[in-house]
């Protein structure tokens, strides 16, 4: 899931063949040529499929691995749920990995075929083939940051003695696998700019390696932390070493994912089984503690992370030896996240009676609740985050889905906002109490990513980086509008298409959304939608409830109980686009990945007429079962929900996409796409999701999987691998939404 940083039953063992209840083998029969592909050009679909608006197919017969059918089922307050494909969560098993070659069998050579395959190929190669910029950090004398040349697969770790410098190389990934698949996960430079601690990701992993290279002479020390992930490190200020989150160890050597960490502190030049252990809980089975340093280094700042809804926060004051933390926020009420601190004021952005978010300042010696002034009060728009930096608040809104900033002195005096290039994107900001300067990056749909130099002191921007990209995209715009859905809440969508389009209700149209876990979608530039622009298509983006567009209220209107409204949203969306004739069913596709992936499958198994086409990736399809897999799936329940409890297994059953496949239905072509290293939304997921659509399915349309080797979640994806999963997936929805093959 998104956003992990902020801080993102029983299963039965048996012989397969023996308990085998029953398998399908499916041969899809009566597949007819595209409309064009008949004689004459003529539409050679049946009068019922025209009637309810879905698209044709290849005509060639599509025949489904044979997938064994188990008689495995769950009681859950007295309702029986069957699971026949259970044995496909056994990702090592034999059984499972030939499902895994045979699918892949089928649908690699059918994907490889389409003739819009080799055009999106040749075209996201070039577009993607632009040089690419990070936002700086600076530290001492140094700035770090990220950069691609164009033709690399993963970014390069650069470092520069000055602004104006280009910098050179510090570490560069793409020298450490022929195929690209290591990527750097994160990187965090030392105050003093000496040392860069850096992770690295193999295969896509969430598991990193951090290793610390000296930026004097690019030489790695001999440091290494294991059996980490997600939380990142936090330096001491003084350099010595880092504090850390590190998962206890199994017997065969790896990581306990499946268990909490602790917060450790790694000593520069100990063996890692040295380190110190600073801080764990012991009174609560899911909550995971992270420790950030404060700005001046007295405090490590620790929070509990256990959901995106509320956390604890204790306090450790590190110039006292010996010293235990001290609880600040232990209502577990709200969210506090630490901004950063100002001599012995720490300063949270909270949702606590602003569900919009507000600015607090706390004195750690002090910490009573009526010593909680709030700085930056809360607004009619979503405060999503914030930073202190050179003695100023730099705070990031969502205004109706695209980023707002506005600067506060330290007591909270508005100063004004930052002037932007548009109603776009805005990351970065970072920096120490004491910089004069900082870094912000810029993007919207038609806009690669801008970086801009920031001077605090006079609030000026001066562009930094530009990129240039082998497009123009002068000939289409973003609007946005506003629709109506089914319980008349008011939501936003940007659609994005030719300036010079015609609502004739015949365009082909690729609706994306998300809707959780308090993630606002703002525009943002990606190559794949600008390959899609280009054949024709039109994108749409709708902000969901679930998302943070509008605060913690928002957010909350698209969980647990509520997350039908979810779905509801999204559907609205795909109507407002038939209704205003941008579309029709026959050509709207749909697009989600991780929780969006969820909701493509939601929307699929609720509306399967209403759809052309459906692309879920990497998607949580069993909501009965989805926190079994790791710990830090079971934090997701603040969003979901967990299936123990009697009224959140009736709203979750009522959605969850597996569960919700029926039999002898017409589902429209879809391209279910994962990965076998995903640790974090397992494929297991899509591969049971999968099973059921190809036995349920009553039509010609193809329900296929496509299921990457040596890839992840998403995080780290070398860009070939990324060029051929759009390539695939573009080209599988060109096809059935009947784009015309663009010329080579």
Not at 241 to 260: E, I, Q, S, T
Not at 352 to 369: N, Y
Not at 395 to 410: E, F, L, M, P, W
Not at 695 to 705: D, E, F, H, S, T
């Amino acid at each position: 899931m998104k956003k992990l940083k902020r801080h993102g039953g029983l299963i039965l063992s048996c012989a397969l063949v023996a308990l085998a209840a029953g398998c399908h083998g499916i041969t899809v029969q009566g597949a007819r040529p595209m409309p064009g592909n008949g004689p004459n050009g003529s539409d050679v679909r049946s009068s019922s499929q025209i009637a309810v608006g879905l698209p044709p197919v290849p005509a060639a017969p599509l025949v489904y691995p044979i997938t064994m059918r188990l008689n495995v089922k769950d009681s859950y307050h007295n309702t029986v749920v069957e699971d026949p494909y259970r044995w496909l969560e056994d990702l090592d098993s034999e059984a499972t990995r030939k499902w895994v070659a045979n699918e892949n069998q089928i649908s690699k050579p059918r994907l490889e075929s389409i003739p819009h395959r080799a055009w999106l190929k040749t075209r996201l190669t070039a577009l993607w083939n632009y040089e690419r910029f990070g936002v700086p950090i600076r530290r001492g004398p140094h700035y770090f940051f990220l950069h691609n040349d164009g033709k690399q697969n993963q970014n390069v770790l650069f470092v520069s003695d000055s602004v104006a410098a280009p910098g050179r190389v510090l570490f560069d990934p793409n020298t450490v696998r022929d195929d690209a698949t290591v990527a750097l996960a994160d990187f965090t430079p030392n105050e003093q700019g000496t040392v860069v601690a850096y992770a690295l990701s193999d295969g896509g992993t969430d598991w990193q390696v951090w290793k610390f290279r000296r930026v004097s002479d690019g030489q790695d020390l001999t440091d290494t932390l294991r059996f980490t992930k997600f939380w990142g490190v936090s330096w001491a200020r003084d350099g010595s070493g880092v504090y850390y989150d590190r998962y206890p160890v199994l017997p065969d050597g790896k990581g306990n994912g499946a268990a909490r960490p602790a917060v450790f502190f790694h000593r520069l030049g100990d063996s890692q089984d040295q380190d110190k252990l600073i801080y764990e809980v012991t009174d609560h089975p899911t909550r995971i503690p992270v420790g950030r340093v404060s700005d001046d280094g007295r405090y490590l700042v620790i929070t509990q992370f256990d959901g995106y809804e509320k956390n604890s926060v204790s306090v450790l004051d590190l110039r006292k030896p010996g010293a235990s933390a001290k609880p600040l926020f232990y209502a577990w009420d709200a969210l506090y996240d630490f901004i950063g601190s100002q001599a012995d004021r720490l300063y949270f952005l909270t949702t606590k009676g602003a569900p919009q978010r507000r600015i607090i300042v706390v004195d750690p010696q002090k910490p009573a609740a009526t010593l909680w002034p709030t700085v930056v009060p809360e607004r009619n728009t979503a405060l999503d985050s914030a930073e202190l930096v050179g003695g100023k608040l730099i705070t990031k809104y969502v205004q109706d889905a695209h980023s707002v900033v506005r600067i506060y002195d330290s007591e909270g005096k508005p100063l004004g906002e930052v002037t932007l290039p548009g109603l776009g994107q805005v990351n970065g900001f970072s920096g120490e109490p004491g910089d004069s300067e900082t870094f912000y990056s810029y993007t919207d749909y038609l806009t690669p990513v801008q970086v801009f130099h920031y001077d605090i002191g006079t609030n000026t921007s001066t562009l930094w980086r530009k990129p240039t990209i082998d497009a123009s995209t002068d000939q289409y715009v973003t609007e946005q509008v506003f629709y109506t859905s089914k319980d008349g809440t008011r939501v936003p969508m940007f659609i994005t298409h030719r300036r010079d389009m015609v609502k004739n209700g015949d365009n082909a149209v690729l609706l994306y959304g998300y809707g959780g876990f308090s993630v606002s979608l703002t525009p943002m530039f990606r190559a794949s939608v600008l390959a899609w622009l280009e054949m024709g298509g039109v994108y749409a983006e709708a902000n969901l409830r679930g998302g943070g567009e509008y605060g913690e209220s928002w957010h909350k209107a698209g969980t647990l109980a509520n997350k039908q409204n979810v779905f509801n949203d999204f559907i609205a969306a795909a109507e407002y686009l038939i209704k205003e004739r941008y579309t029709r069913s026959a050509r709207l596709g749909i697009h989600g990945r991780s929780n969006g992936g969820l909701l493509i499958g939601a929307a699929l198994t609720q509306r399967p007429e209403l759809f052309g086409v459906a692309l879920p990736s990497v998607g949580v399809l069993d909501m009965l079962r989805y926190h079994t897999a790791s710990a830090n799936a079971r934090q997701w329940s603040s969003d979901y929900g967990l299936s123990e409890d009697a009224e959140q297994f009736k709203a979750l059953y009522a959605y969850s996409p597996y569960h919700n496949v029926k039999k002898a239905t017409c589902y429209p072509p879809t391209l279910v796409t994962t990965a076998d290293h995903d640790d974090r939304v397992v494929p297991w997921h899509s591969f049971k999701f999968t099973a059921a659509l190809q036995a349920a399915q009553a039509c010609p349309n193809p329900i296929l999987i496509r299921v990457e080797t040596r890839a992840g979640h998403g995080a780290g994806k070398p860009v070939w691998m990324q060029i051929e999963d759009f390539a695939d997936q573009w080209a599988f929805a060109a096809q059935a939404l009947h784009i015309p093959v663009p010329a080579m």
